[in-house]
């Protein structure tokens, strides 16, 4: 089992870390430190708004799943890459 710590330490800011503690649901959401810089953990328990939380802090998500010009570049990219390794 991973202790809290680690987990904090390995999470990536895209990650919502959820555990238990006395009895307690818990959950951790990566948001940006506007004072100090880098990432900070706030723990957000209701039900459903760490997810919602989680998404509104990743405002970049949709217009890059929707970039067309960038997702063939990357497809492109990748069969290259495949293509080379054969």
Avoid at 16 to 21: A, G, R, V, Y
Avoid at 47 to 68: V, Y
Wanted: aromatic content about 6%; overall charge neutral.
């Amino acid at each position: 089992m991973t202790s809290i710590g680690e987990a904090i330490a390995s999470a990536s800011s895209s990650d919502i870390i959820s555990f238990q503690h006395q009895g307690q649901d818990v959950c951790l959401v990566a948001t940006l430190d506007e004072v100090n810089g880098g990432l900070k953990w706030d723990n957000d328990s209701t039900p459903g708004a760490a997810i919602n939380r989680h998404l509104r802090t990743k405002k970049w998500i949709s217009p890059m799943l929707n970039d067309e010009p960038r997702n063939s570049f990357y497809k492109t990219a990748i069969t290259k890459a495949l293509s080379s390794t054969r």
